[in-house]
């Protein structure tokens, strides 16, 4: 079992940046999978990156080059780096932790872009 708690998002102009966190209550060593999901009004929760306890690193191809996840595992925090941020990634940002053969959430983090 373990908790997540997001942190980091906010209201910011189309092209910033923003990093968001993701602190888990345990360690993050031997999760399978890290990975952030977002959900915008109306939409189904997505993916947007993943990481694998092997340090493998997946990304939608939506945000593919201007999105890095990366994890601290002596601080067992996930983090979500975004720049150049269009108001089409306005979301409230998810932390999943896969630990077959369940998944764990964070309580999400909202994140606006205005244009």
């Known amino acids: 079992q373990v908790q997540l708690v997001e942190s980091g998002g906010g209201l910011v102009q189309a092209g910033g940046s923003l990093r968001l966190s993701c602190a888990a209550s345990r360690s993050i060593r031997s999760i399978n999978v890290m990975a952030w999901y977002r959900q915008a009004p109306g939409k189904q929760r997505e993916l947007v990156a993943g990481?694998?306890?092997?340090?493998?690193?997946n990304y939608a191809d939506s945000v593919k080059g201007r999105v890095t996840i990366s994890r601290d595992v002596l601080k067992n925090t996930v983090y979500l780096q975004m720049n150049s941020l269009k108001p089409e990634d306005t979301a409230v940002y998810y932390c999943?932790?896969?630990?077959?053969?369940?998944?764990?959430w964070g309580q999400g983090t909202q994140v606006t872009i205005s244009s």
């Open positions: 999943n932790a896969d630990l077959y053969p369940n998944n764990y």
């Open positions: 990481i694998t306890s092997g340090g493998s690193r």
